[in-house]
């Protein structure tokens, strides 16, 4: 019985979150905002209508929860004119080879963010 038990736990448990971070290094003289889009899922960072905002020359540690192997692309645009934009932009609509990366369990991601 308590083998019974031990497999079902084991085939029910849900797969764990991986806690990494993305470092962004903002080399403009504007400030920025900067979302995080799963492709994988409707999932975004930081969610709930708020973004990252990354002061003109600052580097910023944020820290996210997502799925181990989730492929996950940025988007940042200067903040108050999302016509200037970079990676996949403000609504993640545009392409990007470059500024995708896979979410892994204790690692960094880099986002440079040049003139």
């Known amino acids: 019985m308590i083998r019974i038990f031990l497999a079902a736990l084991l085939l029910t448990t849900p797969a764990f979150a991986a806690d990494m971070s993305v470092f962004v290094r903002n080399q403009r ?5 900067l ?12 969610g709930g209508d708020k973004v990252f905002l990354i002061r003109p020359g600052a580097k910023k540690s944020v820290p996210i929860s997502c799925e181990p192997g ?3 692309c940025w988007g940042a645009w200067v903040n108050g004119d999302d016509s200037v934009a970079a990676g996949v932009g403000p609504d993640n609509d545009r392409p990007c080879d470059t500024c995708c990366f896979i979410c892994t369990e204790h690692s960094t991601e880099t986002v440079d963010l040049a003139e």
């Open 70 to 72: 989730e492929h996950i």
């Open 35 to 46: 979302e995080l889009f799963s492709r994988d899922s409707e999932k975004v960072w930081p």
């Open 29 to 33: 003289p504007d400030g920025v905002a």
